[in-house]
C-alpha cells in the first residue's frame, strides 16, 4: 500500500504560480513512477506530467514549457512547480504512484485561477 497526500493548492491569478507537493509514504520502494493528474469540473481525470524513477519526464501537450515536475526521494515527495497559470488550468490535482501491480491516488488538492 502507498498512501499519497497532496498540498499546495489555492487561489492564483492568471499568470500567477504555484508549487505543488505530494509525499509519499508506504511501501514506497514499490514505486516505479510518480505523476500529476488534473480533473477540471465536469470534465474527465487527465494527465499533466510523470517522472520515472531513473528521471524520464513526460508532460501533457498543454503544459509543456510552463509546468515543471520534480523530486526529492530523501523525503519521497514530488512537486509540481506551475507557472504563468491560465484559467484553463483551474483544477483538482492529483498525485498518483506507479507501482507494479497497481496505481495510487492522493485525495487531490484544488487550483483555482482567477482575477
Known amino acids: 500500500q502507498v498512501q499519497l497526500v497532496e498540498s499546495g493548492g489555492g487561489l492564483v491569478q492568471p499568470g500567477g504560480s504555484l508549487r505543488l507537493s505530494c509525499t509519499a509514504s508506504?511501501?514506497?520502494?514499490?514505486?516505479?513512477?510518480m505523476q500529476w493528474y488534473r480533473q477540471a469540473a465536469g470534465k474527465p481525470r487527465i494527465f499533466v506530467a510523470s517522472?520515472?524513477?531513473?528521471?524520464?519526464?513526460l508532460y501533457q501537450g498543454s503544459v509543456k514549457g510552463r509546468f515543471t515536475i520534480s523530486r526529492d526521494n530523501a523525503k519521497n515527495a514530488v512537486y509540481l512547480q506551475m507557472n504563468s497559470l491560465e484559467p484553463d488550468d483551474e483544477a483538482v490535482y492529483y498525485c498518483n504512484a506507479e507501482t507494479p501491480l497497481e496505481f495510487y491516488w492522493g485525495r487531490g488538492t484544488l487550483v483555482t485561477v482567477s482575477s
Open positions: 517522472m520515472s524513477n531513473d528521471g524520464k519526464t
Open positions: 508506504g511501501n514506497i520502494f514499490s514505486i516505479n513512477a
